[in-house]
T-cell receptor, first 112, second 115 residues
Framework: GEQVEQRPPHLSVREGDSAIIICTYTDSATAYFSWYKQEAGAGLQLLMSVLSNVDRKEEQGLTVLLNKKDKRLSLNLTAAHPGDSAVYFCAVTLNMGYKLTFGTGTSLLVDP | EAAVTQSPRNKVAVTGGKVTLSCNQT?????MYWYRQDTGHGLRLIHY???????EKGDIPDGYKASRPSQENFSLILELATPSQTSVYFC??????????????FGSGTRLTVL
């Protein structure tokens, strides 16, 4: 089945710096890509999602890049602030699939 | 706004005991899911459901049962709890825009400790 690797597991940046999280997946039939954010003591919330026909999407200081050739998905938080401190998960779904496969998570700490 | 409520928030159980984790959603979503979250593993799918009366095995179903008596409620049942089932459990409901594009709405989690 689909395998998703996420790195780094921990990331510490200073306020105003960018933070980049990368996921790689194995199945070329993967069709839907999402990033979720988990704040302390809470469930996951969707940040952004893209279909496989989208290479780049930007929203509110977040950039998602999809490289289908390398089977790599990335999330770039530009100008991170302390409120971005959380655990981030990528999640992928196969074409005509119905189950999300999650990455192992990245714990991001943004120092003021 | 989407709302998924889990109960209890925390649970301590003894080995061999029966544990039931409950989940209620007010989103009127057909799909519901149970995940467990463990360090180094991310979220792993235990059971899911397409609607009332249906349950399906996820990736790690052994030792767990699920029940979906209604559109709103989805329970996870540990008939004989073991210490390896100590974890944080999340319920989610799914809003499917297309066959592959689904947004999940998560509850706040249940922290289960099996002694």
């Amino acid at each position: 089945g689909e395998q998703v690797e996420q790195r780094p597991p921990h990331l510490s940046v200073r306020e105003g710096d960018s933070a980049i999280i990368i996921c790689t997946y194995t199945d070329s039939a993967t069709a839907y890509f999402s990033w979720y954010k988990q704040e302390a003591g809470a469930g996951l919330q969707l940040l952004m999602s893209v279909l496989s026909n989208v290479d780049r999407k930007e929203e509110q200081g977040l950039t998602v890049l999809l490289n289908k050739k390398d089977k790599r998905l990335s999330l770039n938080l530009t100008a991170a602030h302390p409120g971005d401190s959380a655990v981030y998960f990528c999640a992928v779904t196969l074409n005509m699939g119905y189950k999300l496969t999650f990455g192992t998570g990245t714990s991001l700490l943004v120092d003021p | 706004e989407a709302a998924v409520t889990q109960s209890p928030r925390n649970k301590v159980a003894v080995t061999g005991g029966k544990v039931t984790l409950s989940c209620n959603q007010t989103n009127n979503h057909n799909n519901m899911y149970w995940y467990r979250q463990d360090t180094g593993h991310g979220l792993r799918l235990i059971h899911y459901s397409y609607g009332a009366g249906s349950t399906e095995k996820g990736d790690i179903p052994d030792g767990y049962k699920a029940s979906r008596p209604s559109q709103e409620n989805f329970s996870l049942i540990l008939e004989l709890a073991t210490p390896s089932q100590t974890s944080v459990y999340f319920c989610a409901s799914g809003d499917r825009d297309s066959p592959s594009a689904e947004t999940l709405y998560f509850g706040s989690g249940t922290r289960l400790t099996v002694l």
